[in-house]
């Protein structure tokens, strides 16, 4: 295992509702990650981090936001649960450094939005 | 901008014959490639990847990939296929200057015994 905590790992949710997926790492690394999974579509990027309070978009960033206060630490927040965020969200860090340009990911966050 | 393409969706192949799972990948710069496995209700795994060196690279499980410059693609091969290999697999790429890795739509591999 890469060392990566994703909680809650399931999740029912309402509507409009706020929800905040965490993400934690145990191996220092710089890079992390937040990813959905949807059929059809693979994997997409949401949004990274590149260190402590650094953070961008990735192609499907409307409607979440980020925030990196330590470095083991990523959370992804809706900030107004939409049906259309139901999925699998993925962390996942790496990209460079000890990881040897390989990412890792989570074991997923599944989220149910009604 | 960077993509990837798995052009089947599924494949299915006979346990002892040989597996291919195509990818072919756009990148402005330089590609690393990655192929990652998934089983039902977990994370993904990574398999194998392409950074620079020999174009043919071996990875866990048996599993190996040849990168192919001239037709911009890195196709999953295993030589015997196993009923435990039966999974989604994801192609993925990234441009050396960049550390976002973009994804295939996967592809799902059923071995029947």
């Known amino acids: 295992d890469a060392g990566i905590t994703q909680s809650p790992r399931h999740k029912v949710t309402e509507t409009g509702t706020p929800v905040t997926l965490r993400c934690h790492q145990t191996?220092?690394?710089?890079?992390m990650y937040w990813y959905r999974q949807d059929p059809g579509h693979g994997l997409r990027l949401i949004h990274y981090?590149?260190?402590?309070?650094?953070?961008d978009k990735g192609e499907v960033s409307d409607g979440y936001s980020v925030s990196r206060s330590k470095t083991e630490d990523f959370l992804l927040t809706l900030e107004s649960a939409t049906s259309s965020q139901t999925s699998v969200y993925f962390c996942?860090?790496?990209?460079?450094?000890?990881?040897?340009?390989?990412?890792?990911f989570g074991e997923g966050s599944w989220l149910t939005v009604v | 901008a960077q993509s990837v393409a798995q052009p089947e969706d599924q494949v299915n192949v006979a346990e002892g014959n040989p597996l291919t799972v195509k990818c072919t990948y756009s990148?402005?710069?330089?590609?690393?490639l990655f192929w990652y496995v998934q089983y039902p209700n977990r994370g993904l795994q990574f398999l194998l990847k392409?950074?620079?060196?020999?174009?043919l690279v071996k990875g866990s499980y048996g599993f190996e990939a040849e990168f192919n410059k001239s037709q911009t693609s890195f196709h999953l091969k295993k030589p015997s296929a196993l009923v435990s290999d039966s999974a989604l697999y994801f192609c993925?790429?990234?441009?050396?200057?960049?550390?976002?890795?973009?994804f295939g739509a996967g592809t799902t591999v059923t071995v029947r015994a």
């Open positions: 996942a860090i790496g990209g460079a450094g000890n990881s040897g340009n390989t990412i890792y």
């Open positions: 191996e220092n690394h710089r890079y």
């Open positions: 981090s590149y260190g402590v309070k650094d953070t």
């Open positions: 990148v402005s710069g330089n590609p690393y």
């Open positions: 392409y950074i620079t060196g020999d174009n």
């Open positions: 993925a790429v990234r441009d050396e200057d960049d550390y976002k890795l973009s």
